[in-house]
């Protein structure tokens, strides 16, 4: 089966931290570039971080030097720790990959900053 399951969402304060983890099917993960985007109320969904199989990790601007990606390609996860969290950061995360050349997506998990 192929899925991408998000958790880790849920509201926090600004500057505060939340980790996202996102759980993926063995049959799309090995070898495979692995990302996160993001969208907000009324916005495209934008790109967030990638990490390859190898762990080489592209951020945007953004989020740099403030979102950490990283997978474990045991449990075949992926994981986005976030800190210094803004109101601006508000949005429905997404997970995804490529496989097939389609793209593949989760369900998505809400993250709200906000006092």
């Known amino acids: 089966q192929v899925q991408l399951v998000e958790s880790g969402g849920g509201l926090v304060q600004p500057g505060g931290s939340l980790r996202l983890s996102c759980a993926a099917s063995a049959i799309i993960f090995s070898g495979s570039t692995m990302g996160w985007y993001r969208q907000a109320p009324g916005k495209q969904r934008e790109f967030v971080a990638t990490i390859t199989s190898g762990g080489s990790t592209n951020y945007a601007d953004s989020v740099k030097d403030r979102f950490t990606i990283s997978r474990d390609n045991v449990k075949n996860m992926v994981y986005l720790q976030m800190n210094s969290l803004k109101p601006e950061d508000t949005a429905v995360y997404y997970c995804?990959?490529?496989?097939?050349?389609?793209?593949?997506w989760g369900q998505g998990t809400q993250v709200t900053v906000s006092s």
């Open positions: 995804n990959t490529r496989y097939r050349l389609a793209n593949i």
